[in-house]
């Protein structure tokens, strides 16, 4: 059997099937996607980037929920006469050949006039007419060509968000000042005196003025709004002497222009904004393509299918369900709601929960919680909860998820700031009293310079660019933060908590032990071709771990659900399945997930499914365990209690059995008595204690899917380099002190010429961007001296 | 009259149309993506090409 790259997936295929035009496909699915294509004129789909598609999925019934008009009315921006405009998520965007056939959707579908796509937020935005195409039809159309969107709950809430851009208008605007001043202060600073420049100053200083006006009211507001505010909360921030030099400035150049004292310092004043705003700039841009607010719904489903009297089906949107209605839940559907099983085969997948990946299987009559996906089949459920009373959703009622988080930490540059201002309050008094006694007349005149020269630009830009520059590195070893301000949170934590699983177990590989009699060539042989048949997860994975057995043709074969298999060859029977199925025992009390095997009613033993624990956990413990206290809380049963107190460092707290609100009671509990606590968890179990610790850390196999709010999100490959992440956050804590230190010198020199009243505005207008610019190469020269560490 | 003045007057008007331009493109969304256009203008021309290739003359 030779294996080949899909053609359209790139996923391993067999070189037999499904061969076209001397192309090979994994399947049916992909192969249909790469007809489509050719069909219409769009096989070039295949040139940018190889094997660039998904295969699609087949789920009819999917976006039923988009023929009713009142819900589809909800997904559009747009909505007026025959044209109509959407934008959809599709997280499967991810090169130049998924950009290029979404944008040429028009040529798949009429009715469709424009698409763009938006590559970094992956979405695209898509205007179409009405009465062509519905907006159903466009959803069944990507999925059929692998690029289904991701329609939840969530788009269904939001209103049309609008994007913020006043930075980049008042950015526009100090530049735009910024560059003319300059232009029309560059005579003064080579020909003070001359008949030119006496003749046509006044016109130049007058302009410069003009130009000054926006920067100063409009451009600088937000540092006037921030002081103020600072103030009133009695609280020196940065923004205190950063905005009281803006005014000094401001108002002493404007009584040097107007009395005809001298050029005054727009050139310094219009820089001086230019470059913080520059910072700002800087450190506000993050990830747009993830989201870290997200929750559940996010993940939950718009409608749902609920069954009336007479089976009559109707699609309802889900803050319409209500306790005992009766819902219909398709293979890979969410289930929405607490519910009681009805009817059918129920194998719930919670690992978007718990972070569980094996299935759990459920009878009727059992108890099913929101948040499980149903992997089998149809089934239907009776509600017995609404989706905000659901046990999962009740805690997003929690106060934790309300209050802005961390509204109460003070950052390092607030920290200092307030030091700053005293002293340098206290230097522009005493130098002003100083030359009150020596010359009066500039007394006042050395009072403004001090409090110019003093204007912390350089130490208000340390921050932003050391933390937007690390922020920027760290991104591009997948580990992605909400903002720069994590990177401070990071470095001042001393306890680290831990998920169990998902986390700190992987949930794509499973260990298989088997624990009983050997068993020979042939019953290995017989009990893999019996699981051949079986579709249930378990028989999958243990079927695969059989790679090199023969396959037998087998003479029967039963499958009983929620039980086992029973297949027989010649004159031998296999029993497969559960405990009480295979010994017709009723089942001991067990913590693991297993399946037992018994031949010819003769029990031979199990195989039991274990969870691996990540590559490098070990090394990630011992290593955090020298200088963090550290516990893990699992909301799983004790099972794995021996195995990780064996594992971990001596004082390591395990907590077994963890509901949601445990978690997050714990954390607030360490945090009363001071700690500052990271957590790391996954699921949407985890989102309580993700939201009440400092740094909430999400780790996930796919940074693309589902990952509950939280302040970053690591890639799970990353997850052995968390200890060098918090090292580095450290280091840059290091090179924002030396930064201040840096610009603090800049101050002590700007303040002589200040202090002794010769100030020229040449000067200042020489030292700010000097000391500015230096600081921004130094704190990016060092941090990326720090990214080359990381792996 | 000097030639300064005109001189002034016209660099500020130059000045404050590339501002106008650089207002409009904020505001029409040209700094919200800042991506995938580069990717999107490299299209174009292999679209051409492509058109070439597959409708050759019968």
């Not at chain 1, 590559?119 to 159903?136: N, P, Q, W």
């Not at chain 1, 006042?444 to 590195?473: K, Y």
């Not at chain 2, 000097?2 to 590339?18: E, G, Q, R, T």
Request: net charge positive; glycine share 6%.
């Amino acid at each position: 059997m030779e294996n080949v790259p899909c053609y359209h997936c790139g996923y391993s295929c067999n070189k037999q099937i499904n061969s076209e035009n001397e192309k090979f496909f994994c399947c049916k699915g992909c192969k249909t996607v790469y007809e489509i294509f050719l069909e219409n004129n769009l096989a070039h789909y295949y040139d940018f980037q190889q094997t660039p598609g998904a295969t699609p999925e087949e789920n009819k019934g999917k976006f039923d929920f988009l023929s009713q008009d009142k819900i589809a009315e909800k997904l559009l921006e747009f909505n007026e006469g025959n044209t109509q405009i959407t934008t959809l998520y599709i997280p499967h965007i991810h090169c130049s050949s998924c950009i290029w056939i979404l944008e040429n959707l028009h040529k798949l579908q009429k009715g469709i006039s424009s698409s763009m796509v938006n590559f970094t937020e992956k979405k695209v935005r898509i205007t179409f007419k009405s009465s062509e195409v519905t907006l159903h039809e466009i959803a069944l159309l990507l999925s059929v060509i692998g690029y289904e969107p991701s329609i939840s709950l969530d788009d269904y809430k939001a209103g049309k968000n609008k994007i913020d851009r006043s930075l980049l208008y008042k950015l526009g605007v100090a530049g735009f000042a910024f560059g003319n001043v300059m232009f029309l202060s560059f005579p003064e600073y080579f020909e003070v005196t001359g008949f030119w420049i006496e003749h046509y100053k006044t016109l130049f200083r007058g302009l410069m003025f003009v130009f000054s006006l926006p920067v100063v009211f409009y451009a600088a507001q937000d540092y006037f709004i921030s002081a103020y505010k600072g103030i009133s909360a009695h609280l020196l921030n940065i923004d205190v002497p950063i905005a009281l030099g803006i005014l000094v400035l401001f108002f002493r150049s404007s009584v040097e222009v107007i009395f005809d004292l001298g050029t005054g310092f727009f050139d310094s004043l219009t820089g001086l904004v230019f470059f913080l705003l520059l910072g700002k700039y800087f450190q506000q841009r993050t990830y747009s393509f993830l989201s870290f607010e997200r929750d559940y719904t996010s993940y939950f489903p718009i409608a749902v299918t609920r069954i009336l009297a007479g089976n009559k089906e109707e699609i309802v949107q889900i803050y319409e369900v209500k306790k005992g209605d009766r819902l219909l839940i398709r293979n890979q559907e969410l289930i929405p709601v607490d519910a009681i099983l009805m009817r059918g085969n129920a194998q719930i997948d919670y690992s978007f929960v718990t972070g569980e990946s094996l299935a759990v299987e459920k009878k009727r009559g059992n108890k099913l919680f929101a948040g499980g996906k149903q992997l089998s089949g149809i089934l239907e459920i009776e509600v017995l909860a609404s989706v905000s009373q659901s046990y999962l959703t009740q805690l997003w009622s929690n106060v934790v998820f309300q209050k802005e988080k961390n509204a109460s930490f003070k950052t390092i540059t607030d920290r200092i700031s307030k030091h700053f201002t005293i002293f340098v309050l206290l230097m522009a008094f005493s130098s002003a009293i100083f030359w009150l006694f020596i010359d009066a007349s500039k007394a006042l005149n050395v009072f403004t310079a001090v409090l110019i020269i003093a204007c912390p630009c350089a130490i208000a830009l340390a921050a932003p660019f050391t933390l937007g520059n690390l922020l920027r590195i760290y991104g591009k070893k997948k580990f992605y933060l909400k903002n720069a301000a994590v990177i401070e949170q990071l470095a001042a934590i001393d306890t680290v908590i831990f998920d169990k699983t998902g986390t700190i177990t992987t949930s794509v590989n499973n260990e298989i032990h088997y624990h009983g009699v050997v068993l020979s060539t042939f019953e290995t042989a017989l009990l893999k071709s019996s699981l051949q048949g079986s579709n249930h997860p378990l028989s999958r994975m243990l079927y695969k771990s059989f790679e090199e057995v023969e396959s037998l043709e087998l003479t029967n074969f039963k499958e009983f659900i929620g039980k086992g298999i029973e297949t027989r060859y010649r004159k031998t029977t296999a029993k497969i399945g559960s405990y009480s199925f295979v010994k017709n025992e009723l089942k001991k009390h067990s913590f693991d997930t297993a399946v037992h095997v018994s031949f010819n009613n003769d029990y031979k033993g199990k195989f039991s499914f274990k969870n691996t624990y990540r590559p490098g956990f070990l090394n990630v413990f011992s290593d955090l365990g020298k200088n963090y206290e550290l516990a893990i809380l699992s909301g799983d049963n004790r099972g794995e209690a021996v195995y990780l107190k064996e594992n971990s460092p001596k004082n390591t707290q395990l907590l077994f059995n963890q509901r949601p609100e445990d978690k997050l009671r714990y954390i607030a509990k360490l945090q009363k008595s001071g700690k500052k606590v990271m957590m790391i968890g996954d699921g949407l179990n985890d989102a309580g204690a993700l939201a009440q610790s400092n740094v909430g850390v999400s780790l996930s196999e796919n940074i693309n899917t589902f990952s509950p709010a939280c302040d970053a999100i690591l890639d799970a490959s990353k997850f052995n380099q968390i200890s060098k992440y918090i090292r580095a956050s450290k280091s840059a804590i290091q090179i924002i002190k030396y930064a201040f230190l840096l610009s603090f010198i800049y101050n002590v020199i700007g303040l002589y010429f200040a202090a002794t009243g010769q100030l020229m505005p040449i000067i200042a207008a020489i030292l700010m961007p000097l000391s500015s610019i230096s600081i921004v190469v130094f704190t990016t020269v060092t941090t990326n001296f720090i990214g080359k560490k990381l792996q | 009259m000097s030639v300064i003045y005109l001189l002034l007057a016209l660099s500020i008007l130059v000045a404050i149309i590339f501002f106008i331009a650089f207002i409009i493109s904020v505001k029409n969304g040209q700094f919200d993506d800042a991506y995938t256009p580069s990717v999107r203008m490299l299209f174009d021309d292999e679209l051409v090409k492509e058109k070439k290739i597959t409708q050759p003359p019968k």
